[in-house]
């Protein structure tokens, strides 16, 4: 019932690229009103609009709440995340969305490149979201943390010859390793963090030693690592903890066979710290619901739906007084690189020509 009731409050559109162009977030906002009376007598006018490249449940979920607790409507437009950036890019000025939602830094940092996001002061942001986890301008803000892990063969791996990133460069890892090409913002993220903490000289020497001990060429997503670990490609694999709890909970029952024989393991603990990124939001430049945008991302970082994000997306809260669900916490506590994150931006690019430089394809 509850459901059915607000049900119209959130409209999502997926668009594909061919869309995007002949497609304004207008009508997306138009098509909504067609579909439901406004909740409670409240003025249309109350709105937010989101391009989202999180096309998960409980998104939909948490912003269906937000709606109910405050009469706002959320309009989101799903899509990939370049593809919505180049949106934002082309609408400039004209454009109806009021909120960017994506994961990565390094495309935040992008969009904020692009002069596509604007400063939003908040005290509960301020209080809800740490130092390290958003934008030094207030432009974006961390929701959701995810670490990249080492998952590795339980049958053929000893957790005790496992200790840091660098140590996968090791030869007598020759062929074992398997990670993701280097197109993935995910892997372009983690090099800049190595820059970062270590300096690009070593930079260059892992990614160049991973490439000599990679069990394949690059090719698909984080879970198709993991699977391949399964399957003998290799030993031990890099992905995004969330990745693993997915796998671990998935409707498919070869996904669970898969995630039951890794096991997950946080490198660098007594070093430089496991790499770790966000997903998060911004308040576009062009927001005409600036306001609006800003109530939602505290929403976002309240403890209500931090806790929603830990326990049904396998994240770890970005907020600090809330816990990681029992599953996360099953994994083991971990040391997080402490460089603030806005670096995987500024080091993107450099990121991606280290990985052309050393032929990470
Ligand atoms: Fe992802």
Redesign the pocket.
């Known amino acids: 019932m509850k459901k059915r009731r607000f049900a119209g409050m959130l409209a999502v559109l997926t668009l594909a690229g061919a869309v995007l162009t002949g497609c304004s977030a207008t009508s997306s906002t138009t098509s909504v009103q067609t579909e439901s009376s406004s909740p409670q007598g409240e003025k249309t006018s109350q709105v937010v609009n989101i391009y989202s490249d999180r096309h998960y449940e409980t998104d939909k979920l948490l912003l269906e709440e937000f709606s109910k607790e405050t009469g706002i409507k959320v309009n989101v437009i799903e899509g990939k995340s370049d593809e919505l950036i180049e949106r934002l890019a082309r609408e400039g000025k004209d454009s109806q969305a009021d909120l960017l939602v994506t ?2 830094v390094g495309r935040l940092h992008r969009a904020k490149e692009q002069g596509l996001l604007q400063s939003a002061e908040s005290d509960t942001l301020s209080k809800n979201v740490p130092e390290n986890l958003k934008d030094k301008d207030n432009q974006w803000y961390g929701l959701t943390v ?1 670490a990249r892990v080492l998952v590795y063969a339980k049958d053929r791996v000893d957790p005790s010859q496992l200790s840091t990133y660098e140590d996968l460069t090791d030869p007598k890892w020759n062929k074992k390793i398997l990670v993701r090409g280097s197109d993935s913002i ?1 892997n372009q993220s983690l090099l800049a963090s190595f820059i970062a903490v270590n300096g690009e000289e070593r930079a260059i020497a892992w990614a160049k030693g991973i490439v000599n001990n990679m069990a394949r060429t690059p090719k698909g ?2 879970r198709d690592q993991a699977k391949a670990v399964v399957a003998g490609e290799g030993d031990v694999a890099i992905m ?1 903890t ?2 693993y709890g997915l796998l671990l909970n998935s409707s498919d029952s070869e996904e669970v066979k898969v995630a039951k024989q890794l096991g997950v393991f946080f490198p660098n603990q007594s070093t430089t710290g496991t790499h770790i990124n966000v ?1 998060g939001a911004g308040v576009t430049a062009s927001a005409k619901n600036k306001e609006n945008a800003i109530k939602l991302v505290e929403f976002l970082s309240s403890e209500k739906a931090q806790k929603q994000f830990s326990e049904a997306n396998y994240e770890y809260p970005a907020n600090p007084v809330v816990e990681p669900s029992d599953l996360l916490k099953s994994w083991g506590t971990f040391k997080p690189q402490t460089i603030n994150l806005t670096k995987l931006g500024e080091n993107n690019k450099n990121a991606v020509q280290i990985f052309s430089q050393v032929g990470w394809k």
């Open positions: 994961a990565d995810r995910y997503s984080d995004n969330y990745y997903s």
